[in-house]
């Protein structure tokens, strides 16, 4: 049975086009341009990304991360618990997808490639450069794991403050840290009227990034 109330939810993208002549030659420096026009846009969230694993049955799963850097300007680089759910996947199979969307300029990354971990030096500048309250959480959760209650939490985030005192940074937990993926495939989606969208893929040949036209 259809529910109109969400059949007939749509709006029309006609803010913008997006033409094989209008992108750089290569992908990750076009979507460097992108996400600066993102964030000039002062777009909510505009680092926010769907992070796509899949585990030892195949089962895939998503989640929402931040991407917090573009090393090198070849990889996509992002942090978390080595030991949560995506963690274990990405130890068993090192690929993901990560989706980027922008609904106020109408806009969609899709990134594919492989996964791995980023230098210990640069995860702990990072995790030393987060809230000292963000450090004592890292610490503090056991992350995808099954808890009784949020007081367990609250618990171990007191005996995490009462542990480490007035030490300000945290040392890095072994358990928590960088990913970096390095793409071998970058969708750019640009919505248009109709459904007519425009979809130019680049796919990596070597060192050499193909492009292409894609059907809405």
């Avoid at 997006?18 to 750089?24: G, H, I, Q, R």
């Avoid at 922008?102 to 987060?130: D, I």
Wanted: proline share 8%; hydrophobic share 35%.
């Amino acid at each position: 049975m259809i529910d109109p109330q969400l059949a007939d939810l749509r709006k029309t993208y006609a803010q913008r086009t997006l033409a094989e002549a209008d992108v750089l030659p290569d992908a990750v420096q076009q979507f460097r341009v992108w996400l600066d026009e993102a964030l000039a846009a002062q777009l909510d969230e505009p680092t926010a990304l769907t992070l796509s694993t899949v585990g030892p049955n195949g089962q895939p799963s998503s989640r929402v991360v931040l991407l917090k850097g573009l090393p090198e300007e070849c990889s996509f680089l992002f942090y978390t618990n080595y030991e949560s759910r995506k963690g274990q996947e990405l130890a068993e199979a090192p690929l993901a997808a990560l989706n980027f969307f922008w609904p106020g300029l109408e806009r969609q990354v899709r990134v594919e490639g492989r996964v791995e971990k980023a230098p210990e030096a640069m995860s702990t500048e990072y995790f030393q450069s987060r809230p000292r309250s963000s450090q004592i959480g890292a610490w503090a959760s056991p992350q995808s794991q099954v808890i009784a209650n949020r007081e367990v939490l609250e618990t171990r985030e007191a005996e995490v403050a009462d542990q480490f005192g007035a030490q300000n940074p945290l040392p890095r937990p072994e358990h928590w840290g960088g990913y970096l993926l390095r793409p071998h495939r970058i969708e750019f989606w640009q919505g248009r009227p109709s459904r007519l969208h425009d979809r130019i893929v680049y796919e990596l040949t070597g060192t050499t990034w193909q492009r292409s036209r894609l059907a809405p």
